[in-house]
T-cell receptor
Framework: DVKVTQSSRYLVKRTGEKVFLECVQDMDHENMFWYRQDPGLGLRLIYFSYDVKMKEKGDIPEGYSVSREKKERFSLILESASTNQTSMYLC????FGRGPLETQYFGPGTRLLVL | DQQVKQNSPSLSVQEGRISILNCDYTNSMFDYFLWYKKYPAEGPTFLIS?????DKNEDGRFTVFLNKSAKHLSLHIVPSQPGDSAVYFC????????????FGKGTKLTVNP
């Protein structure tokens, strides 16, 4: 079974703090993704990476950066946390390529509260 | 501009009846569609998918129908069970796979015993 783990389930930070959210997958997947989920807005893509040291902006990258130094690990960084970044953050991974059976596998999520 | 739309934020059905969740899309380049299910405090899990070369895909109690001309897909759950109560997300891809998915806002399904 694919396993995607996220470093924290719940996190409370103060405005202006630098926040690191870590994600690790154990299936040698090339692609990794960071989303945030907010009520009424669904899942919105922040950043994704299709290879080590590669990254692409998603739909809402402002205020975030990412790091992928190793294939299995994808970090989301909030450079200076703000209250509007309070959200549920979801990491996902997938195999590279095209095929009817490929899908994204999600971690359990990190609920971040910025005070 | 929302490319994948789930216009019903919530749906309530009785146990044993059919649940029909709907999804509309605007981008005619989408060629792969997926449904994910999400319980509170958990990550979404993949449920079922369909390629644009098909109009129906079935997996047990779950069937997805695709109407390309109407840019519409639906997920049917028969019979519905209380354990199906969750938020269901429709997602679409333009690349036939999973490199980048566009998600709808989700529909919260409640199945009443």
């Amino acid at each position: 079974d694919v396993k995607v783990t996220q470093s924290s389930r719940y996190l409370v930070k103060r405005t202006g703090e630098k926040v690191f959210l870590e994600c690790v997958q154990d299936m040698d997947h090339e692609n990794m993704f960071w989303y945030r989920q907010d009520p009424g807005l669904g899942l919105r893509l922040i950043y994704f990476s299709y290879d080590v040291k590669m990254k692409e902006k998603g739909d809402i990258p402002e205020g975030y950066s990412v790091s992928r130094e190793k294939k299995e690990r994808f970090s989301l960084i909030l450079e200076s946390a703000s209250t509007n970044q309070t959200s549920m953050y979801l990491c996902a991974s997938s195999l590279f390529g095209r095929g009817p059976l490929e899908t994204q596998y999600f971690g359990p999520g990190t609920r971040l509260l910025v005070l | 501009d929302q490319q994948v739309k789930q216009n019903s934020p919530s749906l309530s059905v009785q146990e044993g009846r059919i649940s029909i969740l709907n999804c509309d899309y605007t981008n005619s380049m989408f060629d792969y569609f997926l449904w994910y299910k999400k319980y509170p405090a958990e990550g979404p899990t993949f449920l079922i998918s369909i390629s644009s070369i098909k109009d129906k895909n079935e997996d047990g109690r779950f069937t997805v129908f695709l109407n390309k001309s109407a840019k519409h897909l639906s997920l049917h759950i028969v019979p519905s069970q209380p354990g199906d109560s969750a938020v269901y997300f429709c997602a679409a891809s333009t690349q036939g796979g999973s490199e980048k998915l566009v998600f709808g806002k989700g529909t919260k399904l409640t199945v009443n015993p």
